[in-house]
C-alpha cells in the first residue's frame, strides 16, 4: 500500500519500480507534500536511481599560513527515479588542519534550505534531499583551513 502511494506520488505506473526504502530511512507521513523531503539519498535508494551530478563549483585558496593550496567544492545531484537534488561537498583541506566543513541545499519555489549537519574531518558529505518537483535548487559548500580567517565557498547554478 505504501509503496502503491509512494510510486503514483513521484509518478511510477507500478509500484514494482519502486524499491522498498532501507531501514533507517525517514518516513513518507500522509501530512507529506513532498516525497523525499529531508530523507538521505542513499539511505532511501535514490542516489542509485537514475542520479547524476547536473552541476558543480570549486572555490580555492592559497593558505599562507599554513602553505596550502586548499579547496571546496560543492556538487549539486539530482536523482530522476525520486525527482530530489542534493549536495555533495568534496574538500582537500589536509584532516589535521580541517576545522570546518559543510553545505546546504535549496529549494527556489518556497525557500526550503537543509544542511548536512555533519562533524569536521571527512572529505566528502551529502545534504538531505530535496524534491524539485517544477522549481529548481542550488547546492552551497563552505570550509576553512585551521584559523585562517578564509572561508572558501562554492554555490552551484540552479537546477
Known amino acids: 500500500m505504501v509503496l502503491a502511494a509512494c510510486a503514483l506520488a513521484i509518478g511510477v505506473s507500478s509500484p514494482a519500480a519502486v ?4 531501514a533507517g530511512s525517514a518516513h513518507i507521513g ?3 507534500k513532498r516525497p523525499y523531503d529531508g530523507q538521505d539519498p542513499h539511505y532511501s535508494g535514490c542516489s542509485a536511481w537514475g542520479a547524476r551530478m547536473v552541476k558543480h563549483k570549486t572555490d580555492y585558496y592559497y593558505s599562507s599560513k599554513y602553505r596550502e ?4 567544492k560543492a556538487e549539486l545531484w539530482y536523482s530522476s527515479g525520486c ?11 589536509p584532516q589535521n588542519y580541517a576545522a570546518g566543513l559543510g553545505c546546504n541545499i535549496h529549494r527556489k519555489s518556497d525557500g526550503k534550505v537543509l544542511t548536512c549537519n555533519h562533524t569536521t574531518g571527512t572529505r ?8 524539485d518537483k517544477n522549481t ?8 576553512h583551513i585551521g ?3 578564509h572561508i572558501l565557498i562554492a554555490t552551484t547554478g540552479s537546477y
Open 19 to 22: 524499491a522498498a526504502p532501507a
Open 124 to 131: 566528502e558529505r551529502n545534504s538531505p534531499m530535496l524534491n
Open 147 to 149: 584559523d585562517d580567517p
Open 69 to 72: 593550496h586548499v579547496w571546496v
Open 83 to 93: 525527482r530530489t537534488v542534493w549536495t555533495e561537498v568534496h574538500s582537500n583541506v
Open 136 to 143: 529548481t535548487g542550488y547546492a552551497v559548500a563552505w570550509g
Open 30 to 32: 500522509a501530512a507529506s
